[in-house]
């Protein structure tokens, strides 16, 4: 994305996705920094937000000092907020701490985080990260092992997919994932965690309205490197970029033939997906990745505008006309 006078939220929502992939991502980590100083985001609250997404960007190419400055920044601009972005942010610091040397103080400022275990489902996932970037996995199940007891105790009876659905489900799903890891042997929580996950698939599969997983779009670059990346993928985004955006040109169709008004295509990325998939254990080429990143772009709003007038510049970024380009590949 080229340097705007103005950062808006949408903007920084296109940067998530987007920067990893770029030529190059530091200089964007940077110009990101420079529109905090020079009181260039358009809401000023994103500012934890822009500098959280700085220091991501500088921790994944491993430029721990740059990643470390911003994050330290983002801590502070987020101060005493209990927003979810909040607490990543300070998830991400302690990361990043645990990568340079200082365990004793990314354990500490983890272990304040550990409560919202208790109350924010993203909260086991990135905190989990954090202690396995730090070598201390066996912490990280032990977290999760005693906020998932808590989650269950006095019941009665084992949870049903609809009422896991949200807080416990994710710390069983999270808890899961690490025990894999620690190659520990399966519990009746982790019996658990593989029925919910089925049932949730089953509903997913079943509905008659499957969105928006199948509003799920990847432009032709990152649709391309998705396939070389992972070649099992093919079955759930398409045999190549026409196949995949003809199917997600027919849902649209489908769903606008039946009163749906507001949808447009869910632009994702292959970084993107890639981190959903790391975040929750899943396999980044299967369907529960693909849905649940597919929600996770749903609910940060990054979804295109659609339909284009027939003589527009198509949805999908080709450059031709909608009429020329998509448009008529509901009809195949």
């Given at each position: 994305?080229?340097?705007?006078?103005?950062?808006?939220?949408?903007?920084?929502?296109?940067?998530?996705?987007?920067?990893?992939?770029?030529?190059?991502?530091?200089?964007?980590?940077?110009?990101?920094?420079?529109?905090?100083?020079?009181?260039r985001l358009a809401d000023p609250a994103d500012t934890g937000?822009?500098?959280?997404?700085?220091?991501?960007?500088?921790?994944?190419?491993?430029?721990?000092?740059?990643?470390?400055?911003?994050?330290?920044?983002?801590?502070?601009?987020?101060?005493?907020?209990?927003?979810?972005?909040?607490?990543?942010?300070?998830?991400?610091?302690?990361?990043?701490?645990?990568?340079?040397?200082?365990?004793?103080?990314?354990?500490?400022?983890?272990?304040?985080?550990?409560?919202?275990?208790?109350?924010?489902?993203?909260?086991?996932?990135?905190?989990?990260?954090?202690?396995?970037?730090?070598?201390?996995?066996?912490?990280?199940?032990?977290?999760?092992?005693?906020?998932?007891?808590?989650?269950?105790?006095?019941?009665?009876?084992?949870?049903?997919?609809?009422?896991?659905?949200?807080?416990?489900?994710?710390?069983?799903?999270?808890?899961?994932?690490?025990?894999?890891?620690?190659?520990?042997?399966?519990?009746?929580?982790?019996?658990?965690?593989?029925?919910?996950?089925?049932?949730?698939?089953?509903?997913?599969?079943?509905?008659?309205?499957?969105?928006?997983?199948?509003?799920?779009?990847?432009?032709?670059?990152?649709?391309?490197?998705?396939?070389?990346?992972?070649?099992?993928?093919?079955?759930?985004?398409?045999?190549?970029?026409?196949?995949?955006?003809?199917?997600?040109?027919?849902?649209?169709?489908?769903?606008?033939?039946?009163?749906?008004?507001?949808?447009?295509?869910?632009?994702?990325?292959?970084?993107?997906?890639?981190?959903?998939?790391?975040?929750?254990?899943?396999?980044?080429?299967?369907?529960?990745?693909?849905?649940?990143?597919?929600?996770?772009?749903?609910?940060?709003?990054?979804?295109?505008?659609?339909?284009?007038?027939?003589?527009?510049?198509?949805?999908?970024?080709?450059?031709?006309?909608?009429?020329?380009?998509?448009?008529?590949?509901?009809?195949?």
């Open positions: 994305m080229p340097t705007k006078d103005v950062l808006t939220s949408a903007d920084l929502t296109e940067l998530r996705q987007s920067a990893l992939g770029t030529a190059d991502p530091l200089g964007i980590a940077a110009e990101l920094a420079e529109a905090v100083e020079q009181g937000r822009a500098l959280t997404l700085a220091a991501e960007i500088a921790e994944t190419r491993a430029r721990l000092d740059a990643a470390l400055r911003y994050a330290d920044r983002a801590v502070r601009a987020y101060a005493e907020s209990t927003e979810p972005d909040a607490g990543f942010a300070r998830a991400l610091h302690a990361r990043i701490l645990f990568r340079t040397g200082r365990s004793d103080e990314a354990l500490a400022e983890l272990t304040a985080l550990r409560p919202l275990l208790d109350s924010q489902p993203d909260a086991a996932a990135y905190l989990s990260a954090a202690l396995e970037a730090g070598g201390r996995t066996d912490l990280a199940e032990q977290w999760l092992t005693e906020a998932v007891e808590t989650a269950l105790r006095g019941r009665t009876a084992e949870p049903t997919a609809r009422e896991a659905a949200g807080l416990l489900f994710f710390l069983l799903q999270q808890r899961h994932r690490v025990r894999r890891e620690l190659a520990l042997p399966h519990d009746q929580n982790d019996n658990l965690a593989d029925r919910l996950e089925n049932e949730l698939f089953r509903t997913a599969t079943t509905t008659t309205e499957p969105e928006p997983v199948e509003r799920l779009f990847l432009p032709r670059g990152e649709f391309g490197a998705l396939l070389a990346r992972w070649p099992g993928s093919v079955e759930a985004y398409g045999r190549d970029w026409d196949e995949h955006r003809a199917r997600i040109q027919r849902e649209l169709v489908r769903l606008a033939d039946s009163g749906r008004v507001g949808i447009g295509p869910l632009r994702g990325g292959l970084e993107g997906l890639a981190g959903h998939a790391e975040r929750t254990g899943a396999d980044p080429a299967g369907t529960s990745a693909r849905a649940g990143y597919a929600a996770e772009l749903a609910g940060r709003g990054a979804q295109l505008p659609w339909p284009p007038e027939r003589n527009e510049a198509c949805w999908c970024g080709s450059g031709l006309k909608y009429k020329k380009c998509c448009l008529p590949r509901a009809r195949g």
